[in-house]
């Protein structure tokens, strides 16, 4: 996997990109507050799209590169993803997306770097048990195509607690790292059968949304 570093406001980014032959579109994402972009659903993305010719490049935020846990406020999470954003050399149409924190950091960037779409996994719709507290404009404020990807059993925001204009598409039992329990249930899917829904859930929307509207 070719690495390289980028500038950015606030130190350098890592960024590991998964290339794609003829990519149809170049999916640019970022990790949470609390991770990093070994998380599991970056992982998948990044093995299963390429191979289906989307380009995808993880971005390690500058604070993880400097060994700190904490993530910076909102505003600084936006500097670093819009400047790894605009230093991107892609022909193909750029989407633009992370997990929990860097979802939110998406949408809130989408339009400046002139993203195609927006793909938002566990996006924390509102912080666990305060539902006043709600992120819904946030989201609606991305300007592009967004699909958000959430478990049926994530605090910070389940399926049902979206506006029904959101395309969205939930996974049965997962929690708020898309992450299933070991013993399916009735209300759950295998962790074979949610990485399948994630990774090809995904595909589609690239392909109808963005892919399906790409002209010249």
């Not at 909102?74 to 929990?100: H, M, N, Q, W, Y």
């Not at 996994?121 to 958000?148: K, N």
């Amino acid at each position: 996997m070719p690495e390289r570093m980028a500038d950015t406001p606030h130190g350098p980014a890592r960024l590991v990109r998964h290339p794609a032959r003829s990519a149809a579109a170049h999916l640019v994402i970022t990790h949470g507050a609390g991770g990093g972009i070994d998380a599991a659903d970056l992982v998948a993305l990044a093995d299963f799209l390429p191979r289906q010719g989307f380009a995808v490049t993880r971005v390690d935020m500058p604070w993880r590169v400097a060994g700190r846990r904490i993530a910076p406020r909102p505003p600084v999470i936006d500097e670093c993803f819009e400047a790894v954003a605009r230093g991107l050399r892609t022909k193909a149409p750029l989407v633009i997306g992370g997990r929990s924190a860097g979802a939110r950091s998406a949408c809130r960037v989408a339009t400046r770097v002139g993203a195609a779409g927006v793909l938002a996994l566990a996006f924390p719709l509102h912080p666990p048990g305060r539902p006043e507290r709600s992120r819904v404009d946030e989201l609606a404020a991305a300007g592009v195509p967004t699909l958000v990807v959430q478990g049926s059993r994530d605090p910070f925001g389940r399926p049902e607690e979206f506006p029904e204009t959101t395309e969205l598409m939930p996974i049965p039992g997962a929690d708020h790292a898309l992450k299933v329990p070991a013993r399916v249930r009735e209300d759950t899917v295998s962790r074979e059968d949610a990485v399948a829904i994630l990774c090809e859930g995904v595909l589609e929307w690239l392909v109808r949304e963005v892919a399906g509207n790409r002209t010249g």
